[in-house]
């Protein structure tokens, strides 16, 4: 990866002349030309208006003039740099919140270093830097619109197919669950991703034969997992606007007792968001589901404003922890401790916890350490089709981590 590293430009904003050094060293260290330096953000802003954007801009925030924030909402607002990390020693809320504000104005937030800066730990973040680059939003139809017509035709046309990204289980790597994402082989646009279907789909009533389809499929894919002798369970995300039918949970007995299926093997993910539209329908439809033995899941777990709430509404059987959580634990105490409670949460309320967005060694150490049941995320696996599943999982557990145990005291 340093090669790559060294084809990047950096601007480095830092008022104190030591630290400014340290960080152009730490930089030059992966044989990078282009670094820019500034003092102050009127320099750091003319500098990058009359040259061009950047790559990466590491910042301080606590400096004279025009504080670091208001620098950052300014690299957004002109677009001056494809990414920003945030150089400082102030405390970690702080930090959260900035980074929080970035990436709401469009940035890309590769993280946060404490000065002086740490070459290991830059380079851990320019790894996030060139995942982002590796796996990049398939989809050439940002600015496209698709009409009704058009995704009525795809339903019917089975142009909808299922992507799987593994689970796995800390303790042994074992992928025991997938999470099924839906993507749209367009025949014309090529590989189209769900946020540029999936509102249209919701308002104008199409979302539930789409549910159904997905379910077939994923049935399907279950099947093929049974004749080979493999229990795999499927994560299917439920839209608000399928809650509100009540008629769910029949249909789904009725596709499952047909294939002779365990209810169980169909984990339904539901996002606390969908709770609040229609929530008597909701809970009536969620009650009948668990009634007939199929797994729901809570995902995104903590960004709502009822997470407690809905912990004891609802009878879930897994819990999904954010990754806005999961990334920053190595490095934020406030993360890590808002990690470790939900996995108490979730453990003394007998339900399993998942830990999405799961990107490095380090964080799959720590959620082991924390004794998170599973994991997922780029460091295991993007999405895949079914067909290249095997493949990867014969090489995932050739390579899968060696934890080592926590330290005692």
Known sequence: MDSRISDLSFLILEDNLFQRTVARQT?????????????????????????????????D???????????????????LARAVIILSDMEAMLIRTVQDMARADGLQVLGHIPK??????????LEHFFANLDNPQPSTTSERIFTEAELEQAINEKQFVLYYQPKVLLKSGRMISVEALSRWHHPEAGLVMPIHFIPTMESSGLIAPMTDAIIDQALEQIQQWQKQGRNISVGINLSPAVLSDTDLPDRLVEKTRARNIPAQLLN???????????????????ARLKLYGFALAID?????????QQLNRIPFSELKIDRSFVANACHDRTHRAIVEANISLAHNLNMQTVAEGVETL????????????????????????AQELGDWEQSWLARQPITTPKPTI
């Not at 339904?268 to 609040?276: F, K, N, Y």
């Open 362 to 385: 380090e964080d799959w150490q720590l959620l082991h350490d924390l004794n998170c049941d599973q994991a997922q995320g780029f460091f295991i696996a993007k999405a895949l089709p």
């Open 27 to 59: 930089v030059s260290s992966f044989n990078v030309d282009s670094i820019i330096n500034a003092q102050n953000s009127e320099e750091a802003l003319q500098v990058l208006r009359d040259s061009g954007s950047v790559d990466i801009v590491i910042c």
């Open 300 to 308: 995104d777990f903590g960004t709502g404003y009822s997470s407690m």
């Open 61 to 79: 925030l606590d400096i004279p003039g025009i504080d670091g924030i208001r620098f950052i909402r300014c690299l957004a607002e002109q677009r």
């Open 268 to 286: 339904l993910e539901i996002t606390e968001s969908s709770l609040i539209q229609n929530a008597a329908l909701s809970l009536e439809t969620l």
């Open 116 to 125: 002086p800066m740490n070459r290991s730990r830059l380079r851990e973040l």
